[in-house]
């Protein structure tokens, strides 16, 4: 037996990835940057053992089978190649956020994932190498390997589209106030979206024009610029809903709350706030404001119809190995 | 005095227009087509009067002043220099729909007034010169000219940019089930958001892909083929959208209740219901139907939270002299 265990946080994206230039790979059609959500976490063990017929995965203590299984199985079958081993695994992960409310948990469950495995495998793997090997099982799950404010630049193949952070955790202290909506539909998944995103008319569009946002973004990250921040943040995850709202089929994951929460976030931002919204592939909007005001901007969100409950987060840091 | 009194209908777009090459000439970036709403209907007299020192306008009696009143004047100066006329001119004009309930009235007003003004000033101007008038005063109203489905080809210039019809009323059996939504906020003026269209970065990827557009839509209404109508112009309304949210300023037209109908529609037609959604500068949502079921699209419509109100119209007819 080769036992490992490892957590990682789940991100949140200021830039978007939408679009994959290859999709086995993961290798993304434009480079995002995010931030990492420390009140949020996975934890995921990995054990090789040699009595094992197949892999097997649990998650939140459900075993899981067939596309889940497949995705944990790609992974651990890189990890095998590069370590020599041909145990099969048992991978366990639970995630300490509530699941089926739209908190996205592919980035932190492959990040964790990777390196569990990795260390498991007895592989000592640098956190490029670390980000490679989650980004081949989830794009986004790159970005949850460093730690802080990240950035996943899309390069030009396996060996040089990997993420690395811009910043530390504690550079910033911004907030993540997660307005999770009461859910009605089940969204699309994003390996679909991923895959949709080019029928869109305005995909090359958004994408022409990634990297000069992001830039933006870099720029008012490291130089502490919220206004700045929030109207990059803002401009983006607006054209990543468009990309999606004007695909064939159309994805429309916004959901009535959303826009009352979106509408609310403006209107307090107009009033001098430091907060602005950004939403993934989902009806939940993320929040993002200065420490200072997250109590407040939670207890305001609360208050929204629409709103079930609201979840905080701060710059969380890199994905690591823990002692079982 | 000279006298006339004309009606038209406002018109909804199938395919948007959004954004011009010549904002004085109103010479708009794309082609678009619409359809006539006859269950609207604005109604205008004119009279010039050599005692009048100055031109004045009343709104459903309501006389104004400013930039409303300068508008009409822009076009009257217009008629004045083709008839030869120096007398100034009284406008009142009235609708029939509620105003303040976000259907614009811009269309069906400006239409109107040509066809009065023109016609008080002893001008005898055939569709195309009413329409290429009513176009310089707002862009939308050059389709209120002709009757029933109408084409506005961009053109090159003032005299080539005008509107005809691709289809009488009585071609196909539409109804548009027009949801009024509660409304909070005074939406951005479409003049001031045909200005904005060009800083989306998404807007020269809508232009350049309306063309096409707006071939499928004029087929599918030359072939009453609903499913291609529906997708041709559910996928239009968003990409409009797409271009406001992601302009700077951002416009975002949408409310909550815009989004409950939106997801009602489409659950609708999934259902097999011809219906589709489409968004002018507002948040009100054009619910299209075949006629047949507008009683019930009109009833299911009102059920949804968030509609206050559903006015329903049929393929309207062009706009035309009355006897005052």
Known sequence: MK????????????????GNRDPVLRLPVNSSLSMNLDGLT???TVSFDPQLPADRLTLNGQEVSGAGLQRVTAL???????????WRAEARSENNFPTGAGIASSASGFAALAVAAACAAGLELDERQLSRLARTASGSACRSIPGGFVEWQAGEDDQTSFAFAIA???HWDLADCIAVLSQTHKPTTSQEGHRLAQTSPLQAARVASAAQRLAVCRQAILQRDFEALAQVTELDSNLMHAVMMTSSPPLLYWQPATLTVMHAVVAWRAQGMPVCYT?????????I?????AAQVARQLQELPGVQTVLTARPGGAARRIND
Not at 76 to 86: H, K, N, P, T
Not at 289 to 293: G, I, K, L, P, S
């Open 3 to 18: 036992n490992a265990a490892a957590i990682a946080h789940p991100n949140i994206a200021f830039i978007k990835y939408w």
């Open 42 to 44: 996975t934890r995921t």
């Open 76 to 86: 651990l079958d890189r990890v095998r190649r590069m370590a020599g081993l041909s």
């Open 168 to 170: 530390p955790p504690e």
């Open 279 to 287: 939403i993934d592939a989902g009806p939940n909007v993320h929040v």
């Open 289 to 293: 404001c200065e420490q200072a005001y």
